[in-house]
């Protein structure tokens, strides 16, 4: 959470709508944003999990990249940015990706989209001023970089997701994971991706602020939506083993060691057609063949007190191994769960570690990730 005065913080074109339905506000990003409703955070997290949970994720970026002549140009100069397939993204699709620096670390992980004759592309809001600079330093000649600043963007999120969006826009049923699509609707343009940030089957849905809340309350209106706060998007990104940027990976961590490998398609690795030329490359690509010297693992404690971020790792004898980037609880799996970096010589699932809490040293185990499973529609 930030610490700025609320004086200073920007308001969601949701935020009436947030305080009418009991949102407790909280700073974050430089967001006044709803971090739980009265029906609380573990009740809302399991509820996107039996149901479907209304996200309110305006705070984000969204941008859209559109070539000022040839969109081959435009595509070639945004892969030259990041160690990912983006001229092999079909029309219609989406995929993640990573900015990174000259040293390998993430500057930021984002969501880039192939509509046709442009790229949309969701980045995250701490970032988003520093990755439209970083965007137009490196795609002037080819393309023009533009902000979106009118348009809300909502996930909806869980089992019930499909249906709840399909009652208003029938189309929505039809896509697949990472789909894109536009719909003409009664509340504006609907620029929607099957996709989250939850590991549940879902929508993101990026709609004109003009329709945003008559959207946000239809879908409210519909069987099985409930609105969720902060505070359950991060236990619920927390178990399906999801990344947050400036905790879990940041600008001194490669894609590499945070366990992100298979976001670096073959096309751009050693040997591939496309290989390298991406900012980072040398060590990117070494570490790929050599492996890192740490990794990105998942953590259960071994009690029932959570090891949040911050709590050192150590050897049963006492050798300093790394750190907890995120830890909570875990509504599904009923227990503590953590993400963390360690030696890569004690990284394999199963082995046993120690967490210094409060002065003591408690157990925690190297466990797969995720935690708990992903729904994706396929």
Known sequence: MTDLNT?????????DLH?????????????????????????????TRSAAGLFDVSHMGQVILRPTGDMAALVAGFEA????????????????????????????????ANRGDHLFVVV?????????AHMTAHL?????????????????QGPL??????????????????????????????????S???????????????GAADLARALLSTEGVMPIGLGARDSLRLEAGLCLYGHDIDTGTTPVEAGLTWAIQKVRRSGGARAGGFPGADRILQELTEGPERLRVGLSPQTRAPMREGTQLF????????????????????????????????????????????????????????????????
């Open 7 to 15: 004086s200073d913080l920007k308001r969601l074109v949701l935020h």
């Open 19 to 47: 305080v009418s339905l009991g949102g407790r506000m909280v700073p974050f990003a430089g967001y006044d944003m709803p971090v739980q409703y009265p029906a609380g955070v573990m009740t809302e997290h399991l509820h």
């Open 81 to 112: 940015m990041m160690p990912v397939d983006v001229a092999g993204l079909a029309e219609g699709r989406q995929r993640y990706g990573l900015f990174t620096n000259e040293q390998g670390g993430i500057l930021d992980d984002l969501m880039f």
């Open 124 to 132: 995250n809001a701490a970032c988003k001023d520093a990755d439209v």
């Open 140 to 156: 002037s000649s080819v393309a023009e970089v533009e902000h979106i600043t009118d348009r809300a963007l909502l996930a909806l």
């Open 161 to 194: 997701a499909e249906a709840a969006l399909a009652a208003w826009v029938p189309g929505v049923a039809e896509m697949r994971f990472m789909d894109v699509r536009v719909f003409d609707t009664s509340f504006g343009p609907m620029w929607v991706s099957r």
């Open 196 to 210: 989250g940030y939850t590991g549940e089957d879902g929508f993101e849905i990026s709609v004109p602020e003009a």
């Open 315 to 378: 050897d049963p004898d006492g050798t300093p191994l790394g750190e907890v980037t995120s830890g909570g609880f875990g509504p599904s799996v009923q227990a503590p769960v953590a993400m963390g970096y360690v030696a890569t010589s004690h990284a394999a699932p199963g082995t046993a570690l120690e967490g210094e809490v409060r002065g003591k040293r408690m157990a925690v185990t190297v466990t797969p990730i995720p935690f708990h499973p992903t729904t994706y529609k396929r």
